[in-house]
């Protein structure tokens, strides 16, 4: 529990209020990558991130899933919070997991959007995207979304794309690439929400369908059309989600 120094000696305090959501978002994106509906989430504090190298924040982009759960944990002490529900979409899902299985004291339970417990990247992007940037992440932008997104939408995810230094996204990539707990999945023993999206192309609805079945204490929600950005292209269905799983595991 929390101790503060004050004008009048330290003091102990406790908070009664539910954990926070901490929202960890993917490769080459930002805490931009939320809808409103999960970064306002109501009745329930939420700390929207950016990852090193990325957004707002300094420094560079990291090459393994491990490193980024290490400074997931830094801001959380940093920030006086014990425990948290971490809410991940693809790379950021992986961070949480990993959070999930070496972490748990820290983490209330697991909302997992679009990820995965492996992550391969094609090597077509691993290969060309600190040489031919524009081509790969017009791919990996054709990829991201189901084809009845609306349109200015993927303008906007290019646009993102084009703002992310090629060496970020290279990292991120061999991040993922790299990333596999399909073996210690039954280890991770706090609450998981599972989102999948039946068009998402980047992460199959195959790899949420794995991690459902071996997670001891998942559940597993499906969005119907939804491509890898499916909680961008159907936030209330995601919010919605979210929201029933908390009245479930909660109370």
């Known amino acids: 529990m929390p101790l503060l120094e004050t004008s009048k000696g330290t003091l102990f305090y406790a908070e009664s209020s539910p954990p926070p959501l901490i929202l960890i978002h993917g490769s080459a994106s930002s805490h931009l990558g939320w809808p409103a509906e999960l970064r306002r989430f109501p009745n329930r504090r939420v700390l929207t ?42 790379m950021g899902g992986a961070i949480a997991l990993h959070m999930g299985l070496h972490m748990q004291e820290h983490v ?54 084009q703002e992310v230094p090629a060496e970020t996204i290279h990292a991120d990539y061999s991040a993922c690439n790299q990333f596999d707990l399909r073996d210690r999945l039954p280890e991770i023993q706090v609450p998981a929400l599972v989102i999948g ?46 929201a029933e799983w908390f009245n479930t595991y909660e109370n």
């Not at 014990?82 to 809410?87: F, R």
């Not at 524009?134 to 991201?144: A, G, T, Y």
């Open 197 to 242: 999206g039946t068009a998402d192309k980047m992460t199959p609805l195959a790899y949420s369908e794995l991690l459902a079945e071996r997670l001891p204490r998942a559940t597993l929600k499906i969005v119907e059309g939804g491509g890898h950005w499916m909680m961008l292209e159907h936030p209330s269905v995601v919010a919605g989600y979210v």
């Open 108 to 161: 209330s339970g697991l909302v997992l959007i679009g990820s995965g417990a492996f992550l391969p990247v094609s090597r077509f992007i691993l290969d060309n995207i600190l040489s031919n940037k524009q081509v790969v992440i017009e791919k990996i932008n054709q990829w991201s979304w189901a084809k009845a997104a609306d349109a200015s939408m993927q303008v906007l995810g290019l646009k993102a794309l």
């Open 49 to 90: 991130i950016d990852l090193p190298g990325h957004g707002r924040a300094t420094g560079s982009a990291h090459t393994t899933i491990s490193a980024y759960a290490d400074s997931v944990l830094a801001l959380m002490q940093a920030l006086l919070v014990p425990k948290a529900v971490l809410v991940g979409h693809s």
